[in-house]
């Protein structure tokens, strides 16, 4: 079974920087895709940032040109740098992975394993 921990959330005002962490049981490398999902109080999961075993990355629209998502091979362990925060992105962030199957088009139920998620505010 594989664990994952997330660390890292806070709160920030609109425009500042939080770097999100994942620490994984396992090696990444035998982790097929890992992603960041977010969700808000009384909505569904979205996904935020996936990234491939080969480093292929892929990112919400939301998310992309402020959000990077890279791996730590040596401390098994997945980012997520977010900058240029705005308030509609407080919500509880989640990792997740799977060993195998899809990745950039995986649905929430393909990621077999999750985090607890960590709590970003970004106070409007």
């Known amino acids: 079974q594989v664990q994952l921990v997330e660390s890292g959330g806070g709160s920030v005002q609109a425009g500042g920087s939080l770097r999100l962490s994942c620490a994984t049981s396992?090696?990444?490398?035998?982790?097929?895709?890992l992603a960041w999902f977010r969700q808000v109080s009384g909505k569904g999961r979205e996904g935020v940032a996936r990234?491939?075993?080969?480093?292929?990355?892929v990112y919400a629209d939301s998310a992309e040109g402020r959000f990077t998502i890279t791996k730590d091979f040596a401390k098994n362990v997945l980012y997520l740098q977010m900058n240029s925060l705005r308030a509609e992105d407080t919500a509880i962030y989640y990792c997740?992975?799977?060993?195998?199957?899809?990745?950039?088009?995986?649905?929430?139920?393909?990621?077999?394993?999750w985090g607890h998620g960590t709590q970003v505010t970004v106070p409007s």
């Open positions: 997740a992975a799977n060993a195998a199957g899809r990745c950039a088009d995986a649905a929430l139920g393909e990621f077999l394993y």
């Open positions: 396992t090696s990444l490398r035998s982790l097929y895709c």
């Open positions: 990234v491939r075993v080969d480093g292929r990355t």
